[in-house]
């Protein structure tokens, strides 16, 4: 699935080791960042980027990765679900997986209890979430 492609300009940039001196553009292309540098979002070579983004001096930081989730279970030992429809687990690993996307974590290992299909309903676009 293409992301399209973005540049941040005018961002604090922090590597996941350190913060680069002074603002930075940061090019994004289909999710994978492309370049990083001081005015470089009104380079030429850019000028194709479907979006561009004034982060205005906000911190921009490299997605996180969570080693142990569980997107599909709510409420571990919780025996509740048992009297809810089937589908609704569903529904919530849905709702999970946007949330923890919206935290910043891009990227998870489900520890147990999603199967195959939320993993291919995110590449397909079908819900927003963390790459599985």
Do not use: C, K, W
């Not at 293409?2 to 994004?28: C, I, K, M, N």
């Not at 589908?87 to 974590?105: D, F, K, W």
Request: charged content about 25%; aromatic content about 6%.
């Amino acid at each position: 699935m293409s992301t399209g492609s973005v540049v941040f300009t005018q961002a604090h940039v922090f590597d996941g080791e350190q913060f680069l001196d002074g603002p930075r553009d940061v090019v994004v292309r289909d999710g994978v960042v492309e370049e990083v540098g001081a005015g470089i979002g009104a380079d030429q070579r850019f000028a194709d980027i479907e979006r561009r983004v004034d982060v205005g001096g906000a911190t921009l930081l490299p997605g996180l990765t969570d080693l142990h989730v569980h997107v599909a279970v709510n409420d571990a030992g919780d025996l509740g679900h048992v009297s809810e429809p089937f589908s609704l687990g569903y529904y919530r690993s849905v709702q999970n997986m946007a949330l923890t996307l919206e935290q910043g974590i891009t990227s998870v290992r489900d520890a147990g209890g999603a199967e195959l299909g939320a993993r291919v309903a995110v590449e397909r676009g079908y819900v927003e979430g963390p790459r599985l």
